[in-house]
């Protein structure tokens, strides 16, 4: 038995339009999610909170110490993020800054890991004081927005893969801040993942950290 079924051209007509809506939708969509429009604001940190968080060796078994201990007399740049601020180590060695660096988690060997490319102390910040006043994440935006796949592109050439367990969608940040009470003089907050701070401007805001008499 031969069937032979006859599509009326208007129809395909009609299927070729609803394909062509459709395409301008997602194209639509991509690029409105590669604008800052749907990015949640950060707000601004207070140095005050930041100093009473608690904090904890992923060294050591020592107790938790209060955060405001490590700029205290020398200041800090501190990364509550994945950023390649290794290479300042030097220069704030030779300022006597400390280069520090607050996770959110210590699940498995996922700090192992990421010891290689950081060569300043990791301390775990399991209430993420550091991440912010308002806890910002990036969860399905993040799919669609070009620059997270570079960054993503870029840390795997590099060698660093982390791993699937454990938390993965709250977005960091930077903060260099100043001894006694010379407070925050540089936050920067992720605005997708893998977005890094400048590196001029913290060594900009290293330069403006006044030494303290002790």
Same mark, same amino acid.
């Given at each position: 038995?031969?069937v032979?079924?006859?599509v ?7 299927l ?10 997602v ?8 604008t800052d429009?749907?990015l ?10 930041l ?6 060796s ?7 110490f209060?955060?405001?201990s ?8 501190i990364?509550?993020e994945?950023?390649?601020l290794?290479s300042?180590?030097?220069q ?7 280069l @520090?660096?607050?996770?959110k988690?210590n &699940? #498995?060997?996922e700090? =192992?890991?990421?010891?290689p490319?950081?060569t300043?102390?990791? $301390?775990?910040d ?13 969860r399905h ?9 570079m960054?993503?592109l ?7 893969h982390?791993?699937?367990?454990g938390?993965?969608? @709250?977005?960091?940040?930077l903060?260099v &801040? #100043?001894?006694?009470? =010379?407070?925050?003089l540089l936050?920067?907050h992720e605005?997708? $993942?893998?977005?890094k701070?400048d590196l001029?401007?913290?060594r900009?805001?290293?330069s403006?950290?006044?030494k303290?008499e002790n």
């Amino acid at each position: 038995i031969n069937v032979c079924v006859c599509v009326p051209p208007v129809f395909l007509q009609d299927l070729e339009g609803v394909y062509v809506v459709c395409v301008c939708v997602v194209a639509a969509s991509v690029l409105l999610a590669n604008t800052d429009l749907f990015l949640t604001r950060a707000d601004r940190a207070d140095v005050d909170s930041l100093a009473r968080a608690d904090l904890r060796s992923t060294s050591t078994d020592e107790q938790s110490f209060k955060a405001g201990s490590l700029w205290k007399r020398t200041g800090a740049v501190i990364l509550a993020e994945a950023s390649e601020l290794s290479s300042l180590k030097a220069q704030l060695d030779v300022s006597g800054v400390s280069l @520090v660096a607050v996770v959110k988690e210590n &699940i #498995g060997s996922e700090i =192992q890991h990421f010891r290689p490319y950081f060569t300043g102390e990791i $301390f775990l910040d399991q209430k993420m004081i550091f991440y912010g006043p308002t806890r910002r994440m990036m969860r399905h935006l993040g799919i669609a927005r070009f620059g997270v796949w570079m960054n993503i592109l870029q840390v795997w050439r590099k060698g660093y893969h982390g791993n699937r367990k454990g938390e993965g969608f @709250v977005l960091g940040g930077l903060y260099v &801040i #100043g001894p006694e009470n =010379q407070g925050i003089l540089l936050e920067h907050h992720e605005k997708e $993942f893998g977005d890094k701070a400048d590196l001029s401007a913290v060594r900009k805001a290293v330069s403006r950290i006044q030494k303290t008499e002790n």
